[in-house]
C-alpha cells in the first residue's frame, strides 16, 4: 500500500517502503506487497531506474528493515498537520533502500494502522507525473488498479492535479496530490486499506504545506 519508490510516495517511493507499510499495515497480513502497491501513484504505473513508483518488490514481513533518522520533510508536514487526514498519527519510520540513496520522505500511520500518508519530492518532473497519470488512466489493469481518476487542480503551485485509484492486491485504496512549487515537483500520498480516501483534504493539505517546502 504504497508507492513504488518515492515519488509521490512515487508517485515515488523507496523500495523498502514496500516492508514498511507490511509492519504497519493490516493489509499484508499475507507477508508480501503488490506490484501496484509498490507503485500505485500515477507515476508508479512505469517502472523507474530512479526512485519513484518503480519495480515492486516483495519484503519479507519477518525481517526487520533498516531505519534512518526522520526526514527533515516532517517539520513540513507535522503530526497537526497529518491529523487533517488521519486519527491518531504517528510518525512512521523512515526505511532505509536495499541499494542507493534514500529520498527524503515523511510519513505518518493512523493509529489503528489501517493508512498511511506520505509527503515527497518527486523523482520525476511535473510533466512525467502528468504523463504516467494518462497512462494510468488508459491501462488500469497492467498496474493491478481500477478506477483511475485523474483530475486537474487549480491555484495550487505551478501546476496541479489529484488522482485516485483502487489497487486490487493488497485492497486499497490511495489519493494522490502531485503540484509543482519552483523549481520541484512534489508528491502528498494517502493509502487506505479501511475504506475511501478522501482527495478534497489532501488537496486542501497539500495547499497548506506549499509555502513550507523547500526550495
Not at 517502503?17 to 507515476?43: D, E, V
Not at 519495480?55 to 519477518?62: G, L
Not at 500520498?189 to 497548506?208: E, H, K, N, P
Request: with cysteine; glycine share 6%; aromatic share 2%.
Amino acid at each position: 500500500m504504497h508507492p513504488r519508490r518515492l515519488r509521490r510516495l512515487p508517485r515515488t517511493a523507496l523500495p523498502a517502503a514496500a516492508a514498511l507499510l507490511c509492519a504497519l499495515l493490516a493489509s499484508c497480513s499475507s507477508g508480501s506487497a503488490s506490484p501496484a502497491a509498490a507503485g500505485a501513484s500515477p507515476s508508479g504505473a512505469e517502472p523507474m531506474t530512479t526512485v519513484s513508483p518503480g519495480p515492486a518488490v516483495t519484503p519479507s514481513v519477518t525481517s526487520s528493515p533498516k531505519t534512518l533518522p526522520p526526514s527533515r520533510l516532517c517539520a513540513v508536514l507535522d503530526r497537526s498537520d497529518a491529523r487533517q487526514v488521519l486519527t491518531g498519527p504517528k510518525q512512521a519510520p523512515r526505511v532505509a533502500p536495499g541499494n542507493g540513496t534514500a529520498l527524503d520522505s515523511c510519513s505518518y500511520a493512523s493509529g489503528d494502522g489501517t493508512a498511511l500518508l506520505t509527503l515527497n519530492p518527486s523523482a520525476r518532473s511535473y510533466e512525467a507525473e502528468v504523463s504516467a497519470s494518462h497512462n494510468l488512466v488508459r491501462d488500469p489493469a497492467s498496474a493491478g488498479m481500477r478506477d483511475v481518476k485523474v483530475t486537474e487542480v487549480a491555484g495550487l503551485g505551478q501546476g496541479a492535479f489529484r488522482e485516485t485509484v483502487q489497487v486490487l492486491q493488497p485492497p486499497q485504496n490511495v489519493a494522490y496530490v502531485v503540484w509543482r512549487a519552483g523549481s520541484r515537483t512534489w508528491v502528498i500520498t494517502l493509502a487506505d486499506t479501511d475504506g475511501a480516501t478522501d482527495a478534497d483534504r489532501l488537496v486542501s493539505l497539500a495547499r497548506q504545506l506549499t509555502p513550507r517546502l523547500p526550495h
